[in-house]
């Protein structure tokens, strides 16, 4: 894997989740498209910043890339950040992708994947 760390995911409903699950979720910072996870997957909070040049786009793919389902758009005005939460956390079913980016600094995404 290319020193990537291995993620087991979860099996369980997320409103039953322990600690052990919880510290599971990881986060990541993206400056450009991005296929976050191959397979299914919870979302549970993006963040995304937008540069100078305008409103910040970013769109949540249920999928691999730009062709697949889009979830949710982001978006963020002027230099402002914007922060999404979802409880309960959104599903991916083929993969979580975050692409379609325009005038974004950087979109941080929160994250596990899901052994369904």
């Known amino acids: ?25 990881d986060r990541i910072k993206i400056t450009a498209d991005a296929l976050i996870n191959p397979g299914p997957g919870f979302v549970f909070s993006v963040d995304i910043a937008s540069d100078d040049t305008g409103p910040g786009m970013a769109i949540l793919y ?17 230099k402002d950040g914007r922060h999404y ?13 975050l692409g379609s980016l325009s005038a974004v600094d950087a979109v941080t995404i929160q994250w596990l994947p899901w052994n369904p």
């Open 62 to 78: 249920d999928g691999h890339n730009t062709g697949a389902e889009p979830v949710v758009q982001f978006q963020a005005l002027g």
């Open 85 to 97: 939460a979802y409880n309960p956390p959104l599903v991916c079913r083929r993969g979580i992708y």
């Open 1 to 25: 894997m290319n020193g990537e760390k291995k993620r087991v995911g979860v099996r369980v409903d997320p409103s039953t989740w322990s600690i052990k699950e919880w510290k599971q979720v």
